[in-house]
């Protein structure tokens, strides 16, 4: 990072940047305190190292790149369907649901884990801030491979009551694409958690659908959200097309939609929850789509 942006301390940069939601000084700090409370989802820190003009920051490395290479791969396969017969077709997209369940499950499970143990949200979740890594670069078998987060600049201890009016004079937090309903509308927020939820809903949604279902988030700037926000999940997923012959009703099944209807629900107090099942209703865990129902 350039010193000329970074600063050389904390200080300084919150002295000549005071409205930045994304703060490099507090994504290294919160690397190094993950890495050493031995949180196992985190491209673990290495170190800081400082050249005439740059601020290097070093982390493990994770040989799988990031979900956007994921989903670029799985869609390069897609297109080869053409040319495969409808049982190699079906076998495929069956092969390929089942790894999305797997990645995604190992994603909340992080997520959980950074918010239970960790006591911390995320709230910049996107497809390039999970990283995949391959022990012994294994790249066959999903039930190995492990899902690192990266990116916590954004990130704030999610016990903050105030963090709306923390945050109200600062630019919206997070991609345009997985930004939550709350963020433009402050009145309605519930916890940091539910940010990173709904976030996890559109890394879904791409996951199985090899697209992003709209670009933004704010009311009356794209189609497809408005649509959402005015119709149910249902209709949304049967109007949203995929390509030039489909729509995402053909690739997400209703087991899959019920996970993410809870994920995206609007209100954040209604949406759901990665509590314990067996204590919390709204707990997405809840669902058969976890234990094979694709």
Request: proline share 5%; with cysteine.
């Amino acid at each position: 990072m350039p010193i000329e942006w970074v600063c050389k301390s904390e200080a300084e940069f919150m002295h000549k940047h005071p409205k930045a939601l994304e703060q490099p000084w507090f994504d290294i700090m919160t690397c190094a305190r993950l890495t050493e409370l031995g949180f196992p989802h985190v491209c673990a820190f290495k170190g800081v190292y400082v050249s005439d003009d740059k601020l290097l920051f070093a982390q493990g490395f994770a040989n799988g790149g990031d979900l956007i290479d994921w989903v670029d791969i799985s869609r390069k396969k897609t297109l080869n369907h053409a040319s495969m017969s409808c049982y190699a077709i079906e076998l495929a997209e069956k092969q390929r649901v089942r790894s999305v369940c797997m990645i995604f499950k190992k994603l909340l499970e992080a997520v959980q884990q950074l918010h239970g143990k960790c006591k911390l949200a995320h709230r910049d979740l996107s497809l390039e801030n999970v990283m995949l890594h391959w022990p012994n670069s294994w790249r066959n078998d999903e039930t190995i491979l492990e899902l690192r987060l990266v990116n916590f600049g954004m990130s704030r201890p999610n016990g903050n009551p105030n963090w709306v009016a923390d945050d109200v004079n600062r630019p919206a937090m997070g991609k345009a694409s997985y930004t939550a309903p709350e963020l433009h509308d402050p009145k309605m927020a519930d916890s940091q958690e539910a940010v990173d939820v709904f976030a996890a809903g559109v890394i879904l949604y791409c996951l199985l659908c090899e697209d992003y279902p709209w670009l933004r988030t704010t009311n009356g700037e794209d189609k497809y959200h408005d649509l959402f926000l005015e119709a149910d999940l249902d209709t949304f997923l049967q109007r949203r097309k995929i390509g030039t012959s489909r729509v995402a009703a053909d690739v997400i099944t209703p087991s899959a939609a019920a996970v993410l209807k809870d994920l995206w629900q609007h209100d954040p107090r209604k949406r759901g929850t990665l509590s314990d099942p067996q204590t919390d209703p709204r707990s997405v865990w809840r669902h058969q789509w976890w234990s094979g129902n694709y």
